[in-house]
């Protein structure tokens, strides 16, 4: 929905109709918004148990810092050109609609514990929509667990 909300608002400068603008930010104002409540669910899935609760509380207040600053980008540099808002929030909204697709997938799947779990589990269904292939397991690069010493159990 990000995609379709940032596209939505790039559209809008190049519209000259009132009615057409009005109708195109309505839009990506909404998908946008329905992006914001996915952040909690998303997050929740992508990390480990063990430190959901941080990954949570960090995607949440970053959500937040971005809603703090949002009226000043709107009202502020709106004041020096009418687009200038609506082509940043297009662009950022883009920009994480195609960051997002690099994100594993999480449908049907076990979520992870332990950070090792994360870690087997981004190696086998990280990325692109579930798109890339599962990866043959590689040795050579350590992960996290075995640069801290941290144990399977």
Do not use: C
Request: charged share 15%; glycine share 10%; proline share 5%.
């Amino acid at each position: 929905s990000m995609l379709i909300g940032g596209t939505a608002l790039l559209i809008i400068p190049a519209v000259s109709s009132i009615t057409a603008k009005a109708v195109l930010s309505q839009l990506g104002k909404f998908a946008i918004t329905g992006s914001f409540a996915m952040v909690y669910v998303y997050a929740a899935e992508i990390f480990p148990t063990v430190v959901r609760n941080v990954g949570v509380g960090s995607a949440s207040m970053f959500a937040r810092v971005g809603s703090i600053i949002a009226p000043y980008i709107g009202r502020e540099l709106g004041r020096k050109s009418p687009a200038a808002p609506v082509i940043i929030f297009g662009v950022t909204s883009v920009l994480a609609g195609i960051v997002v697709l690099l994100l594993p997938e999480t449908r049907n799947t076990k979520l992870a514990d332990t950070i090792v779990e994360g870690e087997d589990f981004n190696r086998e269904f990280g990325g692109l929509l579930g798109l890339r292939k599962k990866k043959e397991r590689s040795h050579s690069a350590p992960t996290y667990a075995q640069n801290f010493d941290i144990s399977h159990n």
